[in-house]
């Protein structure tokens, strides 16, 4: 079984409200990552946990706020997004973070912000 | 850091026919080189990949091929059927962090 599940599958916000993306995989996977996909565009990475631990923030912005409570949740904290935030949410999980592992997607999460 | 360039951007197929996707990548260390295909409203779905130790890999239908030394793999997709229609993306690894480099993705389109 190779499934990353996310919540909430849609998600509409206000530019002055807070809300969370979650992430969960039980395949035992101690690496878990967080990209952003704009339509027609490839993901591009934002951040990495690995071992439950921040190895890599790609200069997002402190309006995301990334969470590893555990070595099967991720979650994604937002606050005070903009318009240009709305994009599709990705989660993925490897074995670990190191070369040669796969990544595997959940559905994601399409964010809207008004 | 890596660069990911992919061929072609959209790619319209007869049924049956085959379909090639080619990509070229920069940084010579970079060592695992994934395919994902992506369906409207989904998330990136893994179908085949390859490590640098190999130089062609084959699941079915699908084949990825990599020559290191010119720095470029490729897919190729044999017989192409209806629902092969998505976005596909090549990626490399960049770094022991787990960093995947995206190409910017091929819409294939089968045509029946």
Known sequence: DTEVTQTPKHLVMGMTNKKSLKCEQHMGHRAMYWYKQKAKKPPELMFVYSYEKLSINESVPSRFSPECPNSSLLNLHLHALQPEDSALYLCASSQVAGSQETQYFGPGTRLLVL | ?112
């Open chain 2, 1 to 112: 850091g890596e660069n990911v360039e992919q061929h072609p951007s959209t790619l319209s197929v007869q049924e049956g026919d085959s379909a090639v996707i080619k990509c070229t990548y920069s940084d010579s260390a970079s060592n695992y080189f994934p395919w994902y295909k992506q369906e409207l409203g989904k998330g990136p779905q893994l179908i085949i990949d390859i490590r640098s130790n190999v130089g062609e890999k084959k699941d079915q239908r699908i084949a990825v091929t990599l020559n290191k030394t010119a720095k470029h793999f490729s897919l190729h997709i044999t017989e192409t059927q209806p629902e092969d229609s998505a976005v596909y993306f090549c990626a490399a690894l960049q770094n022991s962090w787990g960093k995947l480099q995206f190409g910017a993705g091929t819409q294939v389109v089968v045509t029946p």
